[in-house]
């Protein structure tokens, strides 16, 4: 006994030692989005040397518009990875609300606005039936939203083919409701002569509510043990299928309102679309420091990743390089960042 | 809850609990109240195969009641069913001197029963605060009152005797050990009354076990009842106030501290009786193995344990 109660006596001072060496870079390093900040700056200065229309204001407005219509879609695809799931439907999740409401409003000559509510029932829907099955059956996300996503591709194209007799939706810019809806998703104001899409607004709130409900509310607190653990967070009683669920949810109703802004921005949609931008969100999500096995990210992370796929995708068109390479830098970008993320997770939960 | 099929199995026990009951509560229970919780002949079946049969314990407040057993013994579906994961398929369970019947840990969890298991439900990367309020978050409105929890959980830690000083670091990069503290901690700070420990000290070294056995202690005396699932009769002898023997699903013995030592609780956990017929056969097998059985059968005479019947056992203690 007398051993006992010597051997705790002892840990306290060593552990606090090692607190102190680690609170300065290491626990800088130790945020999801640190490797994310330092590739943004590099990549933004690279570009910024080498390519001179980068660097007005007008252009970079540009890169953040294009940043948005990726970064509003990895806000919710990031939380999901959190909570330790995929959505490969995400994609054309945003092609078949914006082809619903776009295709409902039109034939049912209703009001634009009916079409955009009936898209928010079917997103809300398809992300219902993504985290159901997922929970109910145990199969990996991964396979269930493949699933989904050839499904709801080949049937963005055979719907509106059939209904339209085209590969496109009708322009509705006719339609009553247009014109307001138009203001809400896809409008743009001026400050200091640079034109600024409202995109880029929703996507910088978005991502602040996304980031206040993962570090400030009991739901971030549980969408984080869903992923790190679901055992362990069934066992202290988070409603591990709800939350699931809906996180998948979230994902649907982003997707409808990013395929909204794509709709009222053309007025038209190419049934065809939207393919291949799964990807880009998750790597978004990755880059920006979300595991690929869930239980750590951050909102704010992916954004920046978003910002960097914006800003090589921009930059290389300002540079003038072959667009070809694109996909190269992204996919050696996403390398880069699970090198880091994996050296980060393995710091992290390296016993002391 | 009692079905005719057990009451040959009650005739069976019901020595051994006039022996014990009347003795115990009163002498640490201050209020001598009925002890928090009491099994009585509980068996549990799952079809044709008997996991438990005719189990009688009980733990009060400040007690630790250790239940020993080699792998099969039947020490899981004890737990399972003290935590409310199962039903005992005959026999009684009372908590504070009334009989339940829980439908799930939850039931068993809001009458101050908490199970810490030994994958300890805690996620790893999740600050230590965030992983002891996960599922019991204090809020303020909407949000969390985060500067709230960050002190009660350094508190909390504090009063069992754990001094982190910084409650944000990823729970994974703590030691075993003091992942059970945190563990146990938080079951003592959400109410528990008795904690059930399922093998706190299996997977950690001599030291941190030593940190573990501590915390079992200081729940004890802050007047928690324990029970505590150990196959190891070093780490349960210096904490424990009764031990429940187990063995291939029923009880081999129920003793308290002044009826056992701890030589006779490490010969029965070995089984005395089964090594002695294992070193016979190892004698047998001839060679090498031969020498191996003869050792054995040296280690059992030095122990004391051969062939001896538990009633022996316990009136040599006294």
């Known amino acids: 006994m007398a051993q006992t109660a010597e051997a705790p006596v002892t840990p306290p001072p060593t552990r606090d030692e090692r607190v102190g060496r680690k609170s300065t870079l290491g626990r800088l390093l130790a945020r999801p989005e640190a490797g994310a900040i330092a590739g943004a700056i590099v990549i933004y200065l690279f570009f910024f040397i080498i390519a001179p229309p980068f660097r007005n204001a007008s252009s970079f407005s540009n890169t953040l518009y294009v940043t948005s219509t990726y970064g509003l879609m990895a806000t919710p695809v990031a939380l999901l990875m959190i909570g330790g799931e995929f959505d490969l439907s995400a994609g054309v999740a945003v092609t078949s609300s914006a082809l619903c409401a776009s295709l409902f409003s039109y034939e049912f000559t209703t009001n634009a606005w009916v079409g955009v509510l009936v898209a928010l029932a079917l997103s809300l829907l398809i992300g219902f039936i993504n985290g159901w099955v997922v929970v109910k059956t145990g199969i990996p996300s991964f396979l269930v939203t493949l699933g989904t996503f050839f499904m709801l591709q080949g049937l963005n194209l055979a719907l509106t083919q059939t209904i339209t007799n085209q590969v496109a939706s009708p322009d509705i810019s006719t339609l009553d409701g247009f014109g307001s809806a138009q203001k809400v998703f896809a409008s743009s104001f001026t400050v200091g002569g640079v034109n600024i899409r409202i995109t ?153 | 809850m009692t079905t005719p099929q057990d009451s040959p199995a009650g005739k069976h026990a019901a020595p051994e609990t006039t022996q014990t009951s009347p003795v115990v509560p009163p002498a640490r229970n201050g209020s001598g109240g009925p002890p928090l919780v009491r099994l009585v002949n509980a068996g549990k079946r799952y079809g044709a195969v008997i996991a438990l049969h005719d189990i009688t314990m009980e733990v009060s407040a400040g007690e630790v009641t250790c239940v020993l057993g080699d792998n099969g013994a039947g020490k899981s579906t004890l737990i399972k069913i003290i935590a409310g994961l199962h039903q005992p398929s005959s026999g009684t369970y009372e908590v504070e001197g009334t009989p339940v019947a829980f439908d799930s840990p939850r039931q068993a969890l809001e009458h101050g029963i908490a199970t810490v298991y030994q994958d300890l439900a805690v996620v790893p990367l999740m600050p230590v605060w965030r992983n002891f309020f996960l599922g019991n978050e204090v809020r303020k409105g909407p949000r969390m009152d985060i500067p709230a929890m960050k002190k009660m959980c350094k508190d909390e830690l504090l009063a069992m005797g754990i001094d982190l000083r910084d409650v944000d670091q990823p729970i994974g990069t703590l030691s075993g050990g003091e992942r059970q503290c945190v563990a146990i901690s938080r079951a003592v700070h959400f109410g528990a009354k008795v904690l059930i420990l399922d093998e706190p000290t299996a997977a950690l070294g001599v030291k941190q076990s030593g940190v573990v056995l501590k915390y079992i202690v200081q729940a004890r005396e802050r007047g928690l009842g324990v029970i505590f699932i150990t196959h190891n009769p070093h780490h349960a002898y210096p904490v424990g106030d009764r031990f429940l023997l187990l063995n291939r699903g029923a009880s081999i013995g129920n003793y308290e501290k002044n009826q056992v030592t701890r030589d006779e609780l490490t010969g029965l956990m070995a089984g005395g009786t089964e090594l002695e017929q294992l070193s016979h056969e190892l004698e047998s097998a001839g060679g090498a193995v031969a020498d191996l059985g003869r050792s054995m059968e040296a280690d059992v005479e030095e122990l004391g344990i051969s062939q001896q019947p538990t009633t022996t056992t316990e009136s040599d203690a006294r």
Do not use: D
Not at chain 1, 236 to 243: L, T
Not at chain 1, 289 to 312: D, E, K, P, R
Not at chain 1, 325 to 340: K, S
């Open chain 1, 200 to 352: 880029v607004i929703y996507w910088i709130v978005f991502v602040i509510i996304a980031t206040w409900i993962l570090l400030r509310t009991r739901f971030g607190n549980w969408i984080f043990a869903v992923g790190g653990s679901p055992v362990s967070a069934r066992a202290v009683g988070v409603p591990v299928a709800r939350m699931k669920i809906g996180l998948f949810m979230a994902v649907g109703f982003m997707a409808w309102f990013t395929g909204m802004h794509t709709l009222f921005q053309f007025n038209t949609i190419q049934s065809g679309q939207g393919v291949g931008n799964e990807f880009v969100y998750i790597i978004a999500a990755v880059v920006g420091g979300c595991l690929l096995t869930g239980g750590y990210g951050s909102a704010v992370g992916a954004a920046i990743g978003a910002l960097i796929f914006g800003m090589v995708n921009q930059g290389i068109i300002y540079a003038g390089w072959n667009p070809y390479w694109f996909t190269f830098f992204v996919g050696a970008l996403l390398l880069g960042a699970i090198l880091l993320n994996t050296y980060i997770r393995r710091r992290a939960e390296a016993s002391v």
